[in-house]
T-cell receptor
Protein backbone atom coordinates (compact mmCIF):
# COMPACT_ATOMS: atom_id res chain seq x y z
CA UNK A 1 0.00 0.00 0.00
CA UNK A 2 0.96 3.65 -0.25
CA UNK A 3 3.28 5.00 2.37
CA UNK A 4 3.55 8.48 3.82
CA UNK A 5 3.99 11.08 1.12
CA UNK A 6 5.27 14.64 1.43
CA UNK A 7 5.33 17.57 -0.94
CA UNK A 8 7.23 19.33 -2.23
CA UNK A 9 10.35 17.19 -2.07
CA UNK A 10 12.52 20.30 -2.28
CA UNK A 11 11.72 23.91 -1.54
CA UNK A 12 14.01 26.88 -1.98
CA UNK A 13 12.76 30.17 -0.63
CA UNK A 14 14.03 33.61 0.24
CA UNK A 15 14.43 34.78 3.79
CA UNK A 16 11.23 36.36 5.04
CA UNK A 17 8.87 34.40 2.80
CA UNK A 18 6.22 32.00 4.11
CA UNK A 19 6.26 28.31 3.13
CA UNK A 20 3.78 25.45 3.41
CA UNK A 21 4.82 21.82 3.60
CA UNK A 22 2.32 19.03 3.07
CA UNK A 23 2.05 15.53 4.51
CA UNK A 24 -0.29 12.73 3.45
CA UNK A 25 -0.21 9.99 6.10
CA UNK A 26 -0.94 6.34 5.54
CA UNK A 27 -4.68 5.87 5.13
CA UNK A 28 -6.33 5.03 8.43
CA UNK A 29 -3.43 6.17 10.60
CA UNK A 30 -4.72 8.40 13.36
CA UNK A 31 -1.43 9.66 14.78
CA UNK A 32 0.73 12.10 12.81
CA UNK A 33 4.08 13.60 13.78
CA UNK A 34 6.33 16.28 12.32
CA UNK A 35 10.08 16.24 12.88
CA UNK A 36 12.95 18.38 11.66
CA UNK A 37 16.33 16.99 10.65
CA UNK A 38 19.12 19.55 10.54
CA UNK A 39 22.90 19.27 10.52
CA UNK A 40 23.47 20.88 13.85
CA UNK A 41 20.52 19.58 15.82
CA UNK A 42 19.84 16.10 14.46
CA UNK A 43 16.22 14.93 14.49
CA UNK A 44 13.85 17.05 16.56
CA UNK A 45 10.18 16.54 17.33
CA UNK A 46 7.99 19.47 16.30
CA UNK A 47 4.29 18.66 16.67
CA UNK A 48 1.90 15.74 17.14
CA UNK A 49 -1.71 15.17 16.05
CA UNK A 50 -4.03 12.41 17.22
CA UNK A 51 -7.28 12.24 15.29
CA UNK A 52 -9.26 15.41 15.78
CA UNK A 53 -7.81 16.19 19.21
CA UNK A 54 -5.90 19.37 19.95
CA UNK A 55 -2.28 18.95 18.80
CA UNK A 56 0.77 18.77 21.03
CA UNK A 57 2.79 21.79 19.91
CA UNK A 58 5.48 21.48 22.54
CA UNK A 59 8.30 20.97 20.03
CA UNK A 60 7.65 23.97 17.81
CA UNK A 61 10.75 26.21 17.96
CA UNK A 62 8.96 29.55 17.59
CA UNK A 63 5.58 31.11 16.95
CA UNK A 64 6.52 31.39 13.27
CA UNK A 65 5.77 27.68 13.03
CA UNK A 66 2.23 26.32 12.91
CA UNK A 67 0.51 23.21 11.66
CA UNK A 68 -2.96 21.95 11.01
CA UNK A 69 -4.53 18.65 10.15
CA UNK A 70 -7.72 18.68 8.15
CA UNK A 71 -10.29 15.94 8.53
CA UNK A 72 -7.92 13.86 10.59
CA UNK A 73 -5.82 13.13 7.52
CA UNK A 74 -3.65 15.55 5.51
CA UNK A 75 -1.42 17.89 7.50
CA UNK A 76 0.23 21.18 6.55
CA UNK A 77 3.22 22.68 8.34
CA UNK A 78 3.52 26.43 7.79
CA UNK A 79 6.61 28.48 8.49
CA UNK A 80 6.12 32.24 8.40
CA UNK A 81 8.85 34.78 7.75
CA UNK A 82 11.43 32.06 7.12
CA UNK A 83 14.95 32.44 8.49
CA UNK A 84 18.16 30.79 7.34
CA UNK A 85 18.21 28.64 10.47
CA UNK A 86 14.93 27.07 9.29
CA UNK A 87 16.87 25.29 6.53
CA UNK A 88 16.47 21.57 7.22
CA UNK A 89 14.70 18.43 6.10
CA UNK A 90 11.17 18.31 7.47
CA UNK A 91 9.91 14.80 8.08
CA UNK A 92 6.38 13.61 8.61
CA UNK A 93 5.51 10.28 10.22
CA UNK A 94 2.26 8.48 10.90
CA UNK A 95 1.26 5.66 13.19
CA UNK A 96 -1.78 3.44 13.37
CA UNK A 97 -2.65 4.62 16.85
CA UNK A 98 -1.15 6.99 19.36
CA UNK A 99 1.13 5.69 22.06
CA UNK A 100 4.84 5.47 22.78
CA UNK A 101 5.29 1.86 21.65
CA UNK A 102 4.00 2.03 18.08
CA UNK A 103 6.12 2.01 14.95
CA UNK A 104 6.15 5.32 13.12
CA UNK A 105 6.25 5.29 9.32
CA UNK A 106 8.22 8.16 7.87
CA UNK A 107 7.81 10.04 4.63
CA UNK A 108 10.74 10.97 2.38
CA UNK A 109 10.86 14.49 3.74
CA UNK A 110 10.86 18.02 2.34
CA UNK A 111 14.25 19.66 2.04
CA UNK A 112 13.83 23.35 2.80
CA UNK A 113 16.56 25.80 1.87
CA UNK A 114 16.23 29.41 2.97
CA UNK A 115 18.51 31.78 1.08
CA UNK B 1 12.58 14.68 29.97
CA UNK B 2 14.59 12.26 27.92
CA UNK B 3 17.83 12.51 25.96
CA UNK B 4 19.75 10.11 23.77
CA UNK B 5 23.48 10.03 23.16
CA UNK B 6 25.13 8.29 20.26
CA UNK B 7 28.81 8.68 20.95
CA UNK B 8 30.07 7.80 17.48
CA UNK B 9 29.05 10.04 14.60
CA UNK B 10 30.83 7.84 12.05
CA UNK B 11 31.86 4.19 12.11
CA UNK B 12 33.90 2.83 9.20
CA UNK B 13 34.23 -0.95 9.04
CA UNK B 14 35.26 -3.59 6.52
CA UNK B 15 32.77 -6.03 5.07
CA UNK B 16 32.21 -9.18 7.17
CA UNK B 17 33.63 -7.51 10.29
CA UNK B 18 31.54 -7.16 13.45
CA UNK B 19 30.15 -3.78 14.44
CA UNK B 20 28.67 -2.14 17.52
CA UNK B 21 26.85 1.18 17.43
CA UNK B 22 26.51 2.67 20.87
CA UNK B 23 23.44 4.31 22.35
CA UNK B 24 22.91 5.62 25.86
CA UNK B 25 19.83 7.37 27.13
CA UNK B 26 18.78 9.48 30.06
CA UNK B 27 15.23 9.61 31.36
CA UNK B 28 13.31 10.33 34.54
CA UNK B 29 10.66 7.79 33.50
CA UNK B 30 10.73 4.35 31.94
CA UNK B 31 11.15 4.35 28.19
CA UNK B 32 10.60 2.34 25.07
CA UNK B 33 13.68 2.05 22.85
CA UNK B 34 14.03 2.04 19.08
CA UNK B 35 16.63 1.86 16.36
CA UNK B 36 15.70 3.48 13.05
CA UNK B 37 17.80 3.25 9.89
CA UNK B 38 18.09 5.66 6.98
CA UNK B 39 19.59 4.12 3.84
CA UNK B 40 21.06 6.50 1.24
CA UNK B 41 18.32 8.47 -0.49
CA UNK B 42 15.59 6.71 1.47
CA UNK B 43 13.35 7.62 4.39
CA UNK B 44 13.70 6.49 7.99
CA UNK B 45 12.48 3.01 8.75
CA UNK B 46 12.22 1.01 11.95
CA UNK B 47 14.99 -1.54 12.44
CA UNK B 48 14.03 -2.95 15.83
CA UNK B 49 12.47 -1.97 19.14
CA UNK B 50 12.43 -2.92 22.79
CA UNK B 51 9.12 -2.67 24.60
CA UNK B 52 9.29 -5.26 27.38
CA UNK B 53 10.23 -8.86 28.07
CA UNK B 54 13.51 -10.26 26.77
CA UNK B 55 16.19 -7.60 26.81
CA UNK B 56 17.69 -8.88 23.56
CA UNK B 57 15.80 -7.96 20.40
CA UNK B 58 16.63 -8.87 16.84
CA UNK B 59 15.91 -7.53 13.36
CA UNK B 60 15.22 -9.57 10.25
CA UNK B 61 18.55 -8.64 8.69
CA UNK B 62 20.83 -9.86 11.47
CA UNK B 63 21.11 -6.84 13.76
CA UNK B 64 20.45 -7.20 17.46
CA UNK B 65 20.27 -4.79 20.37
CA UNK B 66 20.32 -5.40 24.10
CA UNK B 67 18.53 -3.24 26.63
CA UNK B 68 20.67 -2.71 29.72
CA UNK B 69 18.69 -0.83 32.34
CA UNK B 70 21.54 -0.43 34.83
CA UNK B 71 23.78 1.13 32.18
CA UNK B 72 20.89 2.91 30.43
CA UNK B 73 22.16 1.57 27.12
CA UNK B 74 20.70 0.03 23.98
CA UNK B 75 23.70 -0.77 21.80
CA UNK B 76 23.18 -2.15 18.31
CA UNK B 77 25.37 -5.02 17.09
CA UNK B 78 25.88 -7.18 14.04
CA UNK B 79 28.44 -10.02 13.94
CA UNK B 80 29.18 -9.65 10.21
CA UNK B 81 28.23 -6.58 8.17
CA UNK B 82 27.51 -6.30 4.46
CA UNK B 83 28.02 -3.46 2.03
CA UNK B 84 24.25 -3.03 1.99
CA UNK B 85 24.29 -2.13 5.71
CA UNK B 86 25.84 1.22 4.83
CA UNK B 87 23.37 3.73 6.24
CA UNK B 88 22.77 6.16 9.08
CA UNK B 89 21.42 4.61 12.25
CA UNK B 90 19.37 6.53 14.81
CA UNK B 91 18.65 5.45 18.35
CA UNK B 92 15.41 6.85 19.79
CA UNK B 93 13.29 6.68 22.94
CA UNK B 94 9.74 7.48 23.87
CA UNK B 95 8.58 7.78 27.44
CA UNK B 96 5.95 5.64 29.14
CA UNK B 97 2.70 7.51 29.07
CA UNK B 98 3.85 9.88 26.33
CA UNK B 99 2.00 10.41 23.09
CA UNK B 100 4.75 8.68 21.20
CA UNK B 101 6.91 11.56 20.09
CA UNK B 102 10.40 10.17 19.62
CA UNK B 103 13.56 11.65 21.08
CA UNK B 104 16.41 10.83 18.73
CA UNK B 105 20.15 10.63 19.07
CA UNK B 106 22.20 12.49 16.49
CA UNK B 107 22.81 9.38 14.44
CA UNK B 108 25.76 7.18 13.53
CA UNK B 109 26.87 6.84 9.93
CA UNK B 110 27.96 3.27 9.29
CA UNK B 111 30.20 2.94 6.26
CA UNK B 112 30.99 -0.61 5.17
CA UNK B 113 33.98 -0.93 2.88
CA UNK B 114 34.89 -3.92 0.68
Amino acid sequence: GAGVSQSPSNKVTEKGKDVELRCDPISGHTALYWYRQSLGQGLEFLIYFQGNSAPDKSGLPSDRFSAERTGGSVSTLTIQRTQQEDSAVYLCASSGTSGPYNEQFFGPGTRLTVL
Amino acid sequence: AQSVTQLDSQVPVFEEAPVELRCNYSSSVSVYLFWYVQYPNQGLQLLLKYLSGSTLVESINGFEAEFNKSQTSFHLRKPSVHISDTAEYFCAVSGFGSQGNLIFGKGTKLSVKP
